[in-house]
C-alpha cells in the first residue's frame, strides 16, 4: 500500500491511499470534512481496501485507491485544485480519479484541463443500475419479492435507485435523506408508493434495504435492529466491520457487499477508458447468482466467498 499525504493552498489535507506501487491505481476523489483529521486517513485507507476488492471482483486491470480531501467541498478553491492535479501528474498516471462523494463532473472537468489522469464520466445511473439488478437478482435466486424497499439517502445515486425500484413496481418505497427536499421530490412522482420516513430510522420491516449515504450506515449499536431480509446498497463501507456480516447472516439477513452490489459506477469508468467490455454491467446480477447459489450450496455466508474469490484473484494477478 502506497500512502500520500499532501497540504493544499488552503490548508486542507489531501490523503492518497494506493493498492500497489508502479500499477494502474483507480478510485474516486472524496471530499469531505471529517470530525478528527485522523477520521480522514482511516476513511481512505478503508475505501481503498473496498476499490481493491471492487477492482478483483469486476476483473479490472486495475488495482484500487482512493484520495480523501478533509474539507467541505464549498471551502476548495482553484489553487487548491491546481495543487492537486499537480499532485496527479507528478503520480505519472499510476492514479487514476473519477467522481465520488462531494466532487461534481464540473470540478473534475476543471481537473481533466490540467491533468489526463482523470475520469469526467458520470456514473451515477450505471451505479443505480446495478444495485437494483442485484436487487432483481437476490428476488429470482432466494424467492425473495420486492413488495417493500427502503432506500436511506436519495441523492443523487439513491433517488435513481428509488426510482428504479419504482419501475420494478413494489407495492411500498420508504425514502429518508437528512435533506427532506430530496424524499419531497420522490413523494410529487407518486405519492401512493414513496412513504417519507426519519432519517435514522433503519428498523423497518421491509424486504430491503438499501443503504445509498455515506457509510458506514450499520454498526455495531444498531445492528440488532435491522429487520429487512436483504441489505443491498450503493454505499461504500456499509458495514462497521466484517464481524457485522456474521451476525446479520445468523440472523438470517442476507447483506450483498457492498463491492458487488456498487460495482457499476467503476465498471462505467472501465468502459470508457476501453479496459471492460459494453457488457459489464449486465454480468455483475448474473455472476451474483452464481454467487449466490455457491452460497448456499456450501452453507457460507456471501461476504466470505465473495472476498475469498477476490483474494484468489489478486494472488493470481500477482503470480503471473
Given at each position: 500500500?502506497?500512502y500520500?499525504?499532501?497540504?493544499?493552498?488552503?490548508?486542507?489535507?489531501?490523503?492518497?491511499?494506493?493498492?500497489?506501487?508502479?500499477?494502474?491505481?483507480?478510485?474516486?476523489?472524496?471530499?469531505?470534512?471529517?470530525?478528527?483529521?485522523?477520521?480522514?486517513?482511516?476513511?481512505?485507507?478503508?475505501?481503498?481496501?473496498?476499490?481493491?476488492?471492487?477492482?478483483?471482483?469486476?476483473?479490472?486491470?486495475?488495482?484500487?485507491?482512493?484520495?480523501?480531501?478533509?474539507?467541505?467541498?464549498?471551502d476548495?478553491?482553484?489553487?487548491?485544485?491546481?495543487a492537486?492535479?499537480?499532485?496527479?501528474?507528478?503520480?505519472?498516471?499510476?492514479?487514476?480519479t473519477?467522481?465520488?462523494?462531494?466532487?461534481?463532473?464540473?470540478?473534475?472537468?476543471y481537473l481533466?484541463?490540467?491533468?489526463?489522469?482523470?475520469?469526467?464520466i458520470?456514473?451515477?445511473?450505471?451505479?443505480?443500475?446495478?444495485?437494483?439488478?442485484?436487487?432483481k437478482?437476490?428476488?429470482?435466486?432466494?424467492?425473495?419479492?420486492?413488495?417493500?424497499?427502503?432506500?436511506?439517502?436519495?441523492?443523487?445515486?439513491?433517488?435513481?435507485?428509488?426510482?428504479?425500484?419504482?419501475?420494478?413496481?413494489?407495492?411500498?418505497?420508504?425514502?429518508?435523506d437528512?435533506?427532506?427536499?430530496?424524499?419531497?421530490?420522490?413523494?410529487?412522482?407518486?405519492?401512493?408508493?414513496?412513504?417519507?420516513?426519519?432519517?435514522?430510522?433503519?428498523?423497518?420491516?421491509?424486504?430491503?434495504?438499501?443503504?445509498?449515504?455515506?457509510?458506514?450506515?450499520?454498526?455495531?449499536?444498531?445492528?440488532?435492529?435491522?429487520?429487512?431480509l436483504?441489505?443491498?446498497?450503493?454505499?461504500?463501507n456499509?458495514?462497521?466491520?466484517?464481524?457485522?456480516?456474521?451476525?446479520?447472516?445468523?440472523?438470517?439477513?442476507?447483506?450483498?457487499?457492498?463491492?458487488?452490489?456498487?460495482?457499476?459506477?467503476?465498471?462505467?469508468?472501465?468502459i470508457?477508458?476501453?479496459?471492460?467490455?459494453?457488457?459489464?454491467?449486465?454480468?455483475?446480477?448474473?455472476k451474483?447468482?452464481?454467487?449466490?447459489?455457491k452460497?448456499?450450496?456450501?452453507?457460507?455466508?456471501l461476504?466470505?466467498?465473495?472476498?475469498?474469490?477476490?483474494?484468489?484473484?489478486?494472488?493470481?494477478?500477482?503470480?503471473?
Open positions: 500500500m502506497r500520500i499525504c499532501e497540504s493544499l493552498p488552503g490548508g486542507h489535507t489531501l490523503h492518497i491511499c494506493m493498492e500497489k506501487s508502479g500499477e494502474v491505481c483507480v478510485g474516486g476523489t472524496r471530499v469531505l470534512k471529517y470530525p478528527l483529521p485522523e477520521d480522514a486517513f482511516s476513511d481512505c485507507e478503508r475505501l481503498c481496501e473496498t476499490m481493491a476488492y471492487k477492482c478483483a471482483w469486476a476483473r479490472l486491470p486495475w488495482y484500487g485507491a482512493k484520495a480523501v480531501i478533509d474539507a467541505s467541498p464549498s476548495l478553491t482553484k489553487a487548491d485544485w491546481d492537486y492535479a499537480k499532485i496527479l501528474n507528478g503520480l505519472g498516471g499510476s492514479f487514476l473519477a467522481t465520488d462523494v462531494g466532487t461534481s463532473i464540473k470540478d473534475l472537468e481533466k484541463t490540467m491533468t489526463p489522469y482523470v475520469s469526467t458520470d456514473t451515477a445511473h450505471a451505479t443505480a443500475y446495478v444495485v437494483v439488478e442485484c436487487i437478482a437476490v428476488a429470482r435466486s432466494r424467492n425473495i419479492p420486492i413488495n417493500s424497499a427502503l432506500v436511506q439517502g436519495v441523492g443523487k445515486v439513491g433517488s435513481l435507485v428509488a426510482e428504479m425500484l419504482h419501475k420494478t413496481s413494489p407495492s411500498r418505497i420508504f425514502v429518508c437528512i435533506d427532506k427536499s430530496r424524499c419531497e421530490n420522490l413523494r410529487r412522482l407518486d405519492p401512493n408508493v414513496f412513504h417519507v420516513i426519519p432519517p435514522d430510522e433503519i428498523a423497518m420491516e421491509v424486504d430491503y434495504f438499501v443503504p445509498c449515504s455515506i457509510g458506514p450506515v450499520i454498526t455495531k449499536d444498531n445492528v440488532s435492529d435491522i429487520k429487512a436483504v441489505i443491498c446498497g450503493a454505499a461504500n456499509q458495514l462497521e466491520n466484517d464481524e457485522l456480516a456474521e451476525l446479520l447472516n445468523d440472523r438470517g439477513i442476507l447483506y450483498i457487499p457492498d463491492f458487488i452490489a456498487n460495482s457499476g459506477g467503476l465498471l462505467k469508468v472501465a470508457d477508458e476501453r479496459v471492460a467490455s459494453s457488457d459489464s454491467l449486465v454480468s455483475v446480477s448474473k451474483l447468482e452464481l454467487l449466490l447459489l452460497s448456499k450450496s456450501f452453507d457460507k455466508f461476504l466470505y466467498l465473495a472476498k475469498d474469490q477476490c483474494r484468489r484473484r489478486l494472488l493470481l494477478v500477482k503470480n503471473s
